[in-house]
């Protein structure tokens, strides 16, 4: 299965320039706890999740109402192809300790593919699974 059947498409994101609190208040809106920082068009730049937030304020005491995004973001981060296979992502997420991964097509981000929507489909995949089986020892 490919990346692309599975990711997201509903993109959460902020200019580099957002603040702290405008990106808590997109994630709260959107009920996401990342968002990816993008500009030029949709090229990645970073991305800010709620724990990164949240040490920030919290941790390090830097003002939300004035802390820009591209202060805290994870610069570089950890990125997929589309066309790129489910399993081969789920190892990238495992090498990276990480549990979401934006998704490219070039530079471009266009989806978001999390482990849960992995496990989601696996489950999903599994429970076809049982039921053939018990509909075959049925007949059998």
């Given at each position: 299965m490919k990346v692309k059947q599975l990711m997201?498409?509903?993109?959460?994101?902020?200019?580099p320039a957002a603040t702290l609190h405008e990106a808590a208040l997109k994630m709260k809106e959107m009920k996401v706890?990342?968002?990816?920082?993008?500009?030029?068009g949709g090229k990645l730049k970073g991305i800010?999740?709620?724990?990164?937030?949240?040490?920030?304020?919290?941790?390090?005491?830097?003002?939300p109402n004035t802390t820009r995004a591209s202060e805290i973001m994870?610069?570089?981060?950890?990125?997929?192809s589309f066309d790129a296979d489910v399993d081969y992502a789920l190892r990238i997420m495992s090498q990276q300790?990480?549990?979401?991964?934006?998704?490219?097509?070039?530079?471009r981000v266009v989806g978001i593919l999390s482990a849960?929507?992995?496990?989601?489909?696996?489950?999903?995949?599994m429970n076809?699974?049982?039921?053939?089986?018990?509909?075959?020892?049925?007949?059998?």
């Open positions: 997201h498409k509903d993109l959460v994101t902020i200019l706890g990342t968002v990816l920082i993008v500009e030029n800010v999740t709620d724990r990164d937030i949240s040490l920030a304020v919290a941790a390090d005491a830097k003002d994870a610069s570089e981060p950890v990125s997929i300790n990480v549990r979401r991964l934006p998704v490219c097509e070039k530079e849960a929507d992995v496990a989601t489909e696996l489950r999903e995949e076809q699974f049982i039921g053939l089986e018990e509909a075959f020892a049925k007949h059998h």
